[in-house]
T-cell receptor, first 114, second 114 residues
Framework: AQSVTQLDSQVPVFEEAPVELRCNYS??????LFWYVQYPNQGLQLLLK??????LVESINGFEAEFNKSQTSFHLRKPSVHISDTAEYFC????????????FGTGTRLQVFP | KAGVTQTPRYLIKTRGQQVTLSCSPI?????VSWYQQTPGQGLQFLFE???????NKGNFPGRFSGRQFSNSRSEMNVSTLELGDSALYLC?????????????FGPGTRLTVT
C-alpha cells in the first residue's frame, strides 16, 4: 500500500520569499508522484508530476519539485512566492499501472502575506 | 475542449435522504474516479470506473455506490445520508485506465447534510 505524509499543515510566508512544502511517501511498488493545488471553492489543478527520468520537474508558474528516491521525498519549492500562490497544496501518489487511484497527503495551506 | 463537469455544484439534503451526483468526463476520456474531501479526513478515494465497470473501491460503507454509463458519464449515489457525509465530492477523468498522469478534476459538488 502507498501512503503520503505532508508534515506541515500550514506554511506562512511573506511575498517574494522562498518556500518549501514537504512531502514524503511510502510504497512497495513503482509510483507516480504529483502536486495538486486547490484554490478556495474550486477543484484540484495539477501543478506538476514525476513519472520517470529527470528527478527535477518544473511547472509553468515557477514551482519545482525534486524526486529523491533514497529519502522517499518529493518536496515542492518556489524561489519567490506571490500573493496569488495562496492556496492549499496536496501531494499525491498513484501506482504506475492498472489504476488511476490517487493517494493524497493531508494538504499544506500556503498563506502568502504582503 | 470542455473540462470535467459536475452537477449540481451545490446541494443541501437532510439526514436519511438519498442523493445522486453526476459527472461528465472530458470528451474521449473513459476512466472516471470519485473522491470525497472533508476537513477531518482530507481527500479519500471512493471509486474508479472504466468501461462501465467498477475497477477499484475505497473504504466506504455500502451506502455509497456508483455507476458508469456507455458514454463514460458517471453517477454516484449516497443513500440514508448522515451528517458526516457533508463534503466536497470530486470527480476526475482520464483517457484510459492507468493514466493517472493525465487525470483532470472537476470543480466538485458541495453536499451539505442537515
Amino acid at each position: 500500500a502507498q501512503s503520503v505524509t505532508q508534515l506541515d499543515s500550514q506554511v506562512p510566508v511573506f511575498e517574494e520569499a522562498p518556500v518549501e512544502l514537504r512531502c514524503n511517501y511510502s510504497s512497495s511498488v513503482s509510483v507516480y508522484l504529483f502536486w495538486y493545488v486547490q484554490y478556495p471553492n474550486q477543484g484540484l489543478q495539477l501543478l506538476l508530476k514525476y513519472l520517470s527520468g529527470s528527478t527535477l520537474v518544473e511547472s509553468i508558474n515557477g514551482f519545482e519539485a525534486e524526486f529523491n528516491k533514497s529519502q522517499t521525498s518529493f518536496h515542492l519549492r518556489k524561489p519567490s512566492v506571490h500573493i496569488s500562490d495562496t492556496a492549499e497544496y496536496f501531494c499525491a501518489v498513484s501506482r504506475s499501472y492498472n489504476t488511476d487511484k490517487l493517494i493524497f497527503g493531508t494538504g499544506t495551506r500556503l498563506q502568502v502575506f504582503p | 475542449k470542455a473540462g470535467v463537469t459536475q452537477t449540481p455544484r451545490y446541494l443541501i439534503k437532510t439526514r436519511g435522504q438519498q442523493v445522486t451526483l453526476s459527472c461528465s468526463p472530458i470528451s474521449g476520456h473513459r476512466s472516471v474516479s470519485w473522491y470525497q474531501q472533508t476537513p477531518g479526513q482530507g481527500l479519500q478515494f471512493l471509486f474508479e470506473y472504466f468501461s462501465e465497470t467498477q475497477r477499484n473501491k475505497g473504504n466506504f460503507p455500502g451506502r455509497f455506490s456508483g455507476r458508469q454509463f456507455s458514454n463514460s458519464r458517471s453517477e454516484m449515489n449516497v443513500s440514508t445520508l448522515e451528517l458526516g457525509d457533508s463534503a466536497l465530492y470530486l470527480c476526475a477523468s482520464s483517457i484510459d485506465r492507468g493514466s493517472s498522469y493525465e487525470q483532470y478534476f472537476g470543480p466538485g459538488t458541495r453536499l451539505t447534510v442537515t
